[in-house]
């Protein structure tokens, strides 16, 4: 007969849980915070205002454009345009796009899981109808790579995609990889040509 005692029993894997609906609450309501700031700051927002508020945030200056490239995705009335090239106009063709790229993962990211939870309703609120419609239509049963082109593309409706493909239910690994084929290099590029002196293809001094 054996003297070892029996080992406790295997504890079961608990199931998995979602984020509680007070998180999700919590969420919401600080992103419509963001928003409901950005669509105020939007029509006093121009290139020598941002450019002011760079400038007098010292050495936080590229944390404030990460701040302002994420709020201006997820609140699309701010002018993105002039976030990228005003990033390599202040900090060159290297810490540039970098401050962009973050900015634009953010804010993509922000984008995604707010059409994942919140649904199109509120997309629509936020983009517009049309844009929420053109965006569907550009991805509406093609796979996740087709994200990528359409991410290139200058005038596609890039905010817009973020926030239909989490509405689509798209799996977020994937987006993210869309976002990093895609969108990250042409925002990098905007700033890294404006660093390098192409600022008059932008229409920029």
Same mark, same amino acid.
Request: proline fraction near 8%; charge should be positive; hydrophobic fraction near 55%.
């Given at each position: 007969?054996?003297?070892?005692?029996?080992?406790?029993?295997?504890?079961? &894997?608990?199931?998995?849980?979602?984020?509680? /609906?007070?998180?999700?609450?919590?969420?919401?309501?600080?992103?419509? *915070?963001?928003?409901?700031?950005?669509?105020?700051?939007?029509?006093?927002?121009?290139? &020598?205002?941002?450019?002011?508020?760079?400038?007098?945030?010292?050495?936080?200056?590229?944390?404030?454009?990460?701040?302002?490239?994420?709020?201006?995705?997820?609140?699309?009335?701010?002018?993105?345009?002039?976030?990228? +090239?005003?990033?390599?106009?202040?900090?060159?063709?290297? +810490?540039?796009?970098?401050?962009?790229? +973050? *900015?634009?993962? +953010?804010?993509?990211?922000?984008?995604?899981?707010? *059409?994942?939870?919140?649904?199109?309703?509120?997309?629509?609120?936020?983009?517009?109808? &049309? /844009?929420?419609?053109?965006?569907?239509?550009?991805?509406?049963?093609?796979?996740?790579?087709?994200?990528?082109?359409?991410?290139?593309?200058?005038?596609?409706?890039?905010?817009?995609?973020?926030?239909?493909? *989490?509405?689509?239910?798209?799996?977020?690994?994937?987006?993210?990889?869309?976002?990093?084929?895609?969108?990250?290099?042409?925002?990098?590029?905007?700033?890294?040509?404006?660093?390098?002196?192409?600022?008059?293809?932008?229409?920029?001094?």
């Amino acid at each position: 007969m054996s003297d070892s005692l029996p080992g406790p029993p295997q504890a079961r &894997e608990a199931p998995s849980r979602g984020p509680s /609906a007070a998180s999700i609450a919590l969420l919401l309501i600080l992103l419509a *915070g963001i928003v409901a700031a950005g669509l105020w700051l939007a029509p006093h927002v121009t290139r &020598e205002r941002l450019e002011g508020w760079v400038r007098g945030a010292g050495a936080y200056g590229p944390l404030v454009l990460v701040g302002i490239q994420a709020a201006q995705i997820v609140a699309a009335p701010i002018p993105g345009v002039f976030v990228p +090239i005003l990033a390599g106009l202040l900090y060159g063709p290297v +810490i540039g796009p970098f401050v962009t790229v +973050i *900015g634009t993962l +953010i804010g993509s990211t922000l984008a995604f899981w707010i *059409g994942r939870r919140a649904g199109r309703s509120l997309a629509e609120r936020w983009l517009g109808r &049309e /844009a929420i419609e053109k965006a569907h239509a550009l991805i509406r049963g093609k796979r996740w790579v087709a994200l990528v082109p359409l991410f290139l593309v200058p005038l596609s409706p890039s905010d817009a995609l973020c926030f239909m493909a *989490g509405i689509l239910g798209m799996d977020w690994r994937r987006f993210t990889i869309a976002v990093a084929l895609g969108r990250l290099p042409k925002d990098a590029l905007l700033a890294a040509g404006a660093a390098l002196g192409w600022g008059a293809l932008f229409g920029v001094a």
